[in-house]
């Protein structure tokens, strides 16, 4: 994602200027199409699915989520149309021009310029907190305006609460606030109170550049945790809050794997086994994760799958049910994270197929398909102080 802002308050990307939203519909897009509809099995099974995801960055877009619409990749009717009972919104507060997955340091941000262009408030536009805390405050919105369909939620309660009233009624769904890069925390663990209360229940220690507590995959020197980060990992652990190590460099994955105390989440990657690159998890990582009763979401974009098809998105999961065993295997597809999907969430039934096809069965496709996260935030969430 590489945006500028121009004086006229307009979006440049890629060299064409273009508002917000055009560039929303152009970055967050799906791949064509080519493979036959899902076939009736897989459409009942899909329909019998408690169906979870662990990355969108919806919340990046300014866009009404209640509305169904043409631009990326999730909005509520969308989820349910494909049957999501459970979305993570992740928040993204600062990435930097020219973003790759090597080498990055955080000397400029995209993400300036997208807050002012979107019209945001001036407090947003030089503070990382402050955006966090305004796109918390959204998604609160966007739920309160759904007519009773989304809930937000962020305690163990509050998700036992929702899983009994969707058996009642199927349509409705529930997001809950995740963290892309500590960053947004300032250099400050005092504000990690703050976004607690905002209603955030995962970070990260890090995205595409190190911080004040860790390095990243992404980032320059790539080191581990620095004190502040091993400070931040308590305090963490203490709330009840999950770390995730998506973005995470190795010496920080295994230096938080030393010393944590509860399991951790990789909300969004891909697997060397069918992808190999810096972005992926090593089976060793994958074994190592697991054996802490840790979660690894599988990305639906091309750096971590290898391919731009459900086929390829199969393959990965499989490939880490075979390293991990499959209650430690889920979706995190990186909707709308600047990146072109092979579905959007409407799309999830294909998804399915592409399991079933690749030979897993339906009892291991629930599993994966939402089970494995439902299961995990009913033990690692905050118990019923949200």
């Known amino acids: 994602m590489i945006i500028s802002i121009s004086a006229a308050g307009l ?162 769904m529930a997001g809950w606030l995740t963290l892309e890069g500590a960053h947004a925390l300032e250099g400050k663990l005092g504000n990690l109170d703050m976004l607690y209360r905002a209603g955030y229940r995962m970070a990260a220690p890090t995205h595409f550049f190190d911080t004040e507590l860790s390095g990243s995959q992404h980032g320059m020197k790539k080191g581990g945790l620095t004190p502040l980060g091993r400070d931040w990992l308590r305090a963490m652990e203490q709330r009840k809050m999950i770390v995730d190590l998506a973005h995470a460099s190795g010496p920080t994955i295994d230096e938080v794997l030393t010393l944590a105390k509860r399991p951790v989440m990789v909300s969004h990657t891909g697997v060397r086994g069918t992808c190999a690159n810096g972005r992926n998890l090593s089976d060793a990582q994958l074994k190592r994760i697991a054996a802490q009763g840790g979660l690894v979401g599988i990305g639906f974009w091309n750096t971590a799958v290898c391919g731009k098809d459900v086929q390829a998105i199969a393959r990965a999961i499989k490939h880490a049910v075979s390293v991990m065993g499959v209650e430690h295997v889920a979706y995190g597809s990186d909707f709308d994270g600047a990146v072109t999907t092979a579905i959007d969430a409407a799309g999830l039934p294909r998804l399915t197929q592409a399991l079933l096809d690749a030979g897993l069965s339906p009892a291991q496709i629930r599993r994966i398909a939402g089970e494995n996260v439902r299961d995990f935030l009913l033990k690692n969430l905050p118990d019923d102080d949200a």
């Open 11 to 172: 979006v440049l990307l890629g060299g064409f200027l273009a508002t917000p939203a055009l560039v929303d519909k152009n970055i967050n897009q799906v791949y064509p199409i080519t493979a036959p509809a899902p076939s009736k099995q897989a459409q009942s099974l899909h329909r019998s699915l408690w169906i979870a995801d662990l990355h969108a960055d919806s919340l990046l877009w300014q866009r009404d989520l209640n509305q169904a619409g043409g631009r990326g990749h999730v909005d509520f009717p969308r989820l349910a149309q494909g049957n999501v009972a459970l979305q993570a919104f992740s928040v993204v507060t600062k990435t930097p021009r020219k973003m790759n997955i090597d080498r990055n340091d955080g000397d400029s941000d995209n993400i300036t310029a997208l807050v002012m262009a979107q019209g945001l408030p001036p407090a947003t536009w030089n503070s990382l907190l402050a955006r966090a805390l305004y796109q918390a405050k959204e998604l609160h919105q966007l739920a309160d305006a759904s007519q009773g369909s989304m809930r937000v939620i962020g305690s163990r309660a509050q998700l036992r609460n929702f899983i009994a009233a969707r058996d009642k009624e199927p349509r409705l």
